[in-house]
């Protein structure tokens, strides 16, 4: 046990590197505090969320290059972590704004005061995972992230197919988590702790059993897999897509998997890297599983059945649901090749893909305020309704597809280039031609908003000059980061170091 | 068999059939009582591993409080009696598959158990368990504690938000 | 000094139809249908104006381009180069990226660019017939114009890519939006069809940039560039092998050669007008160019091993593409159309005979073909476009007697059949000619076998000439097309049609007899392509150059 001088220096130095999430936890409780006081005043919880992010970018932009464990090896600041956290905190920035813009929430919730307050405990549970290194914090961190979020996906208690998608999470989730806990259990078991710098010391000197190390690791996996909607942890994805507000959508499917894959990463990384050799950046891993091809198998299904079944959806939020879980295919690719590069090709990726997703989800939230509908028939001739929803829209989907000159494109270039590097040319392939298939749904959302329809006599969409604004906030990133992603890919390039401990 | 050994397989059998109980029993009075003994048991175990600050933790936790809101929320709850859980909208096949997961997963574990060689720690002097566990939990611990109260703190919110009328 | 003009002109000539789209994009659409109707004739003259001073930067090209410079593999080679550091940035953990926005063209390149702004301006004037979301097809327009230009004038291989990408969508608007009944169809096949050629040439360019490190097409083509452990490393390799073949089916698809030409016929038949003339006149090329800029100088060990299998593919092409076009006479099927699309697939299958027999009068043939092709395939289509106008049908045999009653378009017709046909005098007889004179060398049997396409190709041209203009006039078009006289006053072709068919004729006759000028512009850069190319393929006959 430590003398407690020397623990009270200790936790001076953890809590001056905790600050990013103790801004985080100080907005949640201004925010729960000011909520309870003015109940009356709208939006008095989304500034005070603004606010608290900008803080904890500022604190964030601080730690930019510090590498260091804190709270007893519990918790890692690395450039690695910096950046998930960007990705987190951005998208719940935009996520923020995006829910000012989107009625439903506004119509169909008794007010929004917890919903801003849950919002920031589920960046806080974001961000915890993000560095933790414990399995105890990833464990408490998920739970975190999951409460917050089943809370949030049936926020418009009024509308049933909300409850009914909050009700399905909830299941999902607990089984999951349950799976997770059983995992971490029996990896305890076998290596005797909880810390991932030693269970990685202990596995690199004592052989363990293959197969309880196995199931445990696939066990635990349950739980990444269901933050990241990968298939076979995928289930819950659509409906809760469908049915939860917009705004909450998108937040799950970009900062919530941003998480997902950042522990994901930084799991397999701590716990299986044979640190001996000394080259870092192609990982020699520990033990004789072949983990490569167990996460290329996930990769393969979760792109295919993705894509597959998100060919015969016919609500715009369902496909962008199938779509996530293929997406988070095509990162698992990347992940699969279990090298800095692959790293790397996820870190751009997702930078990328914060960018076009939010953007797609907001148009489906402006779309929404006017029609009062998701379904793709109602998409008919929008792009002469609505021109700048209707150019921005096809913008963000040929994002998504990957075609240049778009963001999304640079991404899926970093993420085939890994797989190629690495060795991996049939994954590389069947990533080729899943893009291809992704293009089917993706052409179906513009096709109806540009080849149906076409003299459409119905009235203009009607939107704020403001809603605009923080529609080209998202346009225009999608096409300059497939024009000019020199900064981008070497932040990126810096920040695929993840710490190893020592 | 020892003594030890003995009381480890009855409580084992308790919590299994108690939580079985749980489960599959269509009254939810019943359930909520054989849940007590689940929770009896496991506090059980407890003890046989000299956790006595969990054991009692246990106890008071879970049995004297939780499971006591429950069967009071049942009890008020009158409506809540007669309800059939039973769900038939399940088709052989996902049953069928079920089961089949089920299975595999059981016979891996039972594999898993039965063949691995276990990490063993030092057995710890047993005593004064509390001010250990306090200690740490307040130094070592002290992310995961504080962490699990903001955690804690989220649910509250949560649950008060789905419970308030609309 | 010749092959540079101390101006950025590819920049200029690539991106000047982006700037139009932003023009066109800011002129105000009217309210009334009065003030709708002057918006729509700005937008159509601003078009009309920048594919214009495109044109003129396209001659300025030609005029000061200096026909004894190489190119291929050499940078010192090209003319008008512009090469600026796009991306780059050495990073420690996934290598180093190197892109560079690199322009230039060459003797293989220079008739293309030239193409494209010829057929780009042309093929405005068939687009005022549009009246549907006026703005948008122009927007569009532009945007598949610069994407064309680019692909011609990109020697990076990822400004290359990004060009070939960049046309997919507006191709696929203009053909679903403004195209026929089953435009939905056509143009998500179109689609489909060029992604997954596209895709697979990505995991390629990215296989290549990881052996090379750099993303430059010219350095891809020396061997000494490329790391000895890397995929791509050293010769005859299999992997090589299924580069090459992933890249040559990226861009047959585009050519396109049977059996990958399927899209070709249903996407001509719903395009609008002048879109089927874009899509014949320069979009068909990029599938061989590609292939002679980058398949072939970047995998030549390649190329030896499956010349004999792309000089099959190419006769194929030419005689299944003629049996498909005569087959627009099978009673129930007759369509103008799809007969042109077909004899497009033939046609082109010349191209890919001429590139396989590896001689430098064949590719000099080949890439001819692929101008004049462009040219006179724009006038057919632009020729059907004009009685599909009028008639709103393009069956064979619905027609009947026409010479009689549109005279002048009689004439342009005939002008344009025979060029098709391959008559000396027209300029596709000197291509084909230099097409079959190299294949004979090399691949003497399956040239004869090609030359069963000529005689079909002179039958169906002639039956379908026969068919629309001779013979009796058929009841319904005895009266004027248009009886109001409002948009037709004259039964006969139009001034703004003639306008763009005109300079069509003039170049095939011009070419016919004097083909000089085109031919001198790639003949130094074709010889050396074949001295490079000559130590891995088979090459019949005694060579000399050209």
Known sequence: MLGLDQFIAELNKSISMFLPETALVIAFLVALLLDLM????????????????????YFLFKQMNMQSTAFSNMFVIDQFGIFMKWVILLSSIGVVLISFFTNELYEKAKGVGEYFTLIIGMAFGMFLLVGSSNLIIIYLAIETMSLSSYVLAGYTKEVKRASEASLKYVIFGAVSSGIMIYGISILFGLTGSLNLFEINRFLAANPVNNFALFLSVIMILSGFGYKISAVPFHFWTPDVYEGAPVPITAYLSVASKAAGFAILLRFFKVTFLDSVPGNDSVWTLLGSIDWHFVIAILAVLSMTLGNLVALWQTNVKRILAYSSIAHAGYMLMAVSTMDDAGVASVLIYFFMYMVMNLGAFYVVALIANNIGSEEIDDYNGLGYRAPILGICMTLFLISLTGLPPTAGFIGKLYVFSAVVKAGYIWLAVVGVINSVISLFYYVKIFRNMYLNDVDSNKSKLTYSPASIVLLFVFAIPTLYLGIFFNDIVKWASYSANIFMGK | ??????????????????????????????????????????????????????????????????????????????????VDVKSNSLGKIQVGIAGLLSTIIAISLIVVFSSTKWFLSEPKVSGDSTKLIGNELLTNYLLAFEAASVLLLIAIIGAAFIARRK | MQGSIGFPILTWITFLPILGMLIVWLIPSGKDEETKKRSNMLIRWTSVGITFIQLILAVIIFLNYNNGMTGVNQQSGFQFIEKFTWIKASLPLIGNIHIEYFMGIDGISAPMVLLTAIICFVAVFPSFGIEK??????????????????????????????????????MYFLIGIWGGPRKEYAAIKFFIYTL????????????????????????????????????????????????????????????????????????????????????????????????????????????????????????????YGAFCALGQFKIGKRDLKKLIAYSSVSHMGYVMLGMASMRPEGIVGAIFQMFNHGIITAMLFMIVGVLYDRAHTRGLDEFGGMANKMPVYTGIMTIAFFAAIGLPGMSGFISEAMVFLGAFNTYPMLTMVSGLGIILGAAYMLWALQKVFFGQIPERWQGPWDPTGKKYKHDDINGRELTALIPLAVIVIFLGIMPNPIIDMMSASVNHFVEFMRPFVKIGGHLSGM
């Not at chain 1, 009356?40 to 608290?52: D, R, V």
């Not at chain 2, 929770?39 to 246990?58: E, I, S």
């Not at chain 3, 861009?251 to 899509?279: G, Q, R």
């Not at chain 3, 014949?280 to 072939?296: D, Q, S």
């Open chain 3, 133 to 170: 979301a006026v703005k948008g097809y122009f927007a569009m327009y532009l945007l598949l114009d610069t994407g064309m230009m680019g692909v011609f004038n990109s020697l990076d291989f990822f400004l290359f890519y990004v060009f070939w990408e960049l046309m997919l969508l507006p």
């Open chain 3, 196 to 319: 997954v050629g596209s895709v697979f040439m990505l995991l390629v360019m990215i296989g290549l940039y990881l052996s090379v490190g750099s993303f430059n097409m010219l350095d891809m083509m020396n061997p000494a560039n490329f790391a000895s452990d890397s995929i791509f490393g050293g010769f005859n390799t299999s992997i090589r092998y299924v580069a090459f073949i992933a890249l040559f089916i990226g861009f047959a698809i585009k050519v396109p050669s049977v059996p990958f030409h399927t899209w070709l016929p249903d996407a001509h038949v719903e395009a609008p007008t002048p879109i089927s003339v874009i899509l014949a006149g320069v979009l068909l090329k990029m599938g061989t160019y590609g292939m002679l800029r980058i398949a072939f100088p970047i995998f030549p060990d390649a190329v030896g091993y499956f010349q004999g299998l792309i000089a099959w593919i190419g006769m194929i092409s030419i005689v």
């Open chain 2, 1 to 82: 068999m020892d003594l030890v050994g003995l009381a480890f397989y009855f409580l084992a059998a308790l919590i299994v059939i108690s939580a079985a109980i749980v489960v599959f029993s269509k009254n939810i009075m019943y359930s909520a009582f054989s849940l007590m003994f689940t929770f009896f048991g496991v506090a059980g175990l407890y003890v046989l591993l000299n956790a006595d600050f969990l054991a009692v933790t246990q106890i008071m936790v879970y049995i004297g409080g939780i499971l006591v809101l429950i069967i009071f929320g049942v009890m008020l709850t009158t409506r809540i009696t007669g």
């Open chain 1, 38 to 57: 003015f109940k009356k005043s709208k939006n008095l919880t989304g500034y005070t969320a603004l606010i608290g992010f900008l803080v904890t970018g």
